[in-house]
């Protein structure tokens, strides 16, 4: 459910809009009106006119009918390709494909769309969706990580080209859970690396999330199990400065008190398996 809202505010305004007038521009601080939208649906002819199917696909719309209200939009292009409506019903159809958890199409469709009209009033909001048809094709922390990769990629694209927008605002917060989710990646598996007793291997992951996710909430964990391995290799100096950089920038943390308490006296890691709060949320979330 979360994950659609912030679509479905753009899509409102668009709704009630007529070439010529603002779309998902508007959106920034505005709000749509539902009223005026259901009414041109309900008054109009859903003849072969651009009007017409325009007007189809929008009821199709409301009624979640996404299949439905793709094809109203897709043959507007193919029937009347020049008309006033045709540019608006590309970015509509993009829409109603991601609304069908089409990534690939809408996808394709947003490319077209920012190619052919680079300049056009919404082309921040066709941007910004083109971003969420990668986001949301994010797995698990367990799969492969290029989805992830290529949202983030296309995220900040967004932060880059409309940076005071409501889009941009909303795709840094996406750019954080995208890094978190590529630390998790890498936290498990150093963590089997460190079940199989493969240190060397297990070290490399945990430093590249010190050093690469510096402001997820996998750090504290990751400098934890370093200061594990250190100690199981005998490499004392090397876990005391690990635990003391742990200590300096988390010293509230139960990852901490951990590492304190194997430096103090071997004492078992308490939070050892527990997935960090940022891992718990993702969980939830998505």
């Given at each position: 459910?979360i994950?659609r809202?912030?679509?479905?505010?753009?899509?409102?305004?668009g709704?009630?809009?007529?070439?010529?007038?603002?779309?998902?521009?508007?959106?920034?601080g505005?709000?749509?009106?539902?009223?005026?939208?259901?009414?041109?649906?309900?008054?109009?002819t859903?003849?072969?006119?651009?009007?017409?199917?325009?007007?189809?696909?929008?009821?199709?719309?409301?009624?979640?009918?996404f299949?439905?209200?793709?094809?109203?939009?897709?043959?507007?292009?193919?029937?009347?390709?020049?008309?006033t409506?045709?540019?608006?019903?590309?970015?509509?159809?993009?829409?109603?494909?991601?609304?069908?958890?089409?990534?690939?199409?809408?996808?394709?469709a947003?490319?077209?769309?920012?190619?052919?009209?680079?300049?056009?009033?919404?082309?921040?909001?066709?941007?910004?969706?083109?971003?969420l048809?990668?986001?949301?094709?994010?797995?698990?922390?367990?799969?492969?990580?290029?989805?992830?990769?290529?949202?983030?990629?296309?995220?900040?694209?967004?932060?880059?080209?409309?940076?005071?927008?409501?889009?941009?605002?909303?795709?840094?917060?996406?750019?954080?859970?995208?890094?978190?989710?590529?630390?998790?990646?890498?936290?498990?598996?150093?963590?089997?690396?460190?079940?199989?007793?493969?240190?060397?291997?297990?070290?490399?992951?945990?430093?590249?999330?010190?050093?690469?996710?510096?402001?997820?909430?996998?750090?504290?964990?990751?400098?934890?199990?370093?200061?594990?391995?250190?100690?199981?290799?005998?490499?004392?100096?090397?876990?005391?400065?690990?635990?003391?950089?742990?200590?300096?920038?988390?010293?509230?943390?139960?990852?901490?008190?951990?590492?304190?308490?194997?430096?103090?006296?071997?004492?078992?890691?308490?939070?050892?398996?527990?997935?960090?709060?940022?891992?718990?949320?993702?969980?939830?979330?998505?």
């Amino acid at each position: 459910m979360i994950r659609r809202v912030l679509p479905l505010l753009a899509l409102g305004l668009g709704l009630v809009a007529l070439p010529g007038c603002s779309w998902f521009s508007d959106w920034d601080g505005k709000q749509s009106s539902l009223d005026a939208e259901r009414r041109v649906a309900a008054n109009a002819t859903y003849d072969n006119t651009p009007e017409g199917l325009y007007a189809a696909g929008v009821e199709a719309l409301q009624a979640r009918r996404f299949a439905p209200a793709a094809d109203y939009f897709d043959q507007i292009e193919r029937d009347h390709p020049y008309s006033t409506w045709a540019t608006n019903a590309k970015l509509m159809s993009a829409y109603a494909e991601y609304q069908r958890n089409r990534y690939t199409e809408a996808i394709g469709a947003l490319d077209r769309f920012i190619q052919l009209h680079p300049a056009h009033r919404d082309i921040a909001y066709a941007f910004y969706l083109r971003a969420l048809c990668y986001y949301e094709q994010i797995a698990d922390a367990q799969r492969d990580q290029r989805p992830t990769e290529q949202a983030m990629a296309a995220l900040q694209d967004v932060v880059n080209r409309f940076p005071d927008t409501a889009y941009a605002r909303d795709a840094r917060l996406k750019i954080d859970l995208a890094r978190d989710h590529l630390a998790g990646k890498e936290m498990n598996i150093g963590r089997f690396y460190q079940r199989q007793r493969l240190y060397a291997a297990a070290i490399g992951r945990f430093r590249r999330v010190v050093e690469d996710y510096q402001t997820t909430n996998h750090v504290p964990e990751a400098l934890h199990r370093l200061t594990e391995i250190y100690l199981t290799l005998g490499l004392t100096e090397e876990a005391k400065k690990t635990a003391s950089v742990l200590g300096h920038n988390f010293p509230g943390s139960s990852w901490y008190q951990d590492s304190y308490a194997l430096l103090v006296d071997g004492a078992p890691a308490s939070a050892q398996d527990r997935p960090g709060l940022m891992a718990r949320a993702w969980n939830w979330v998505f």
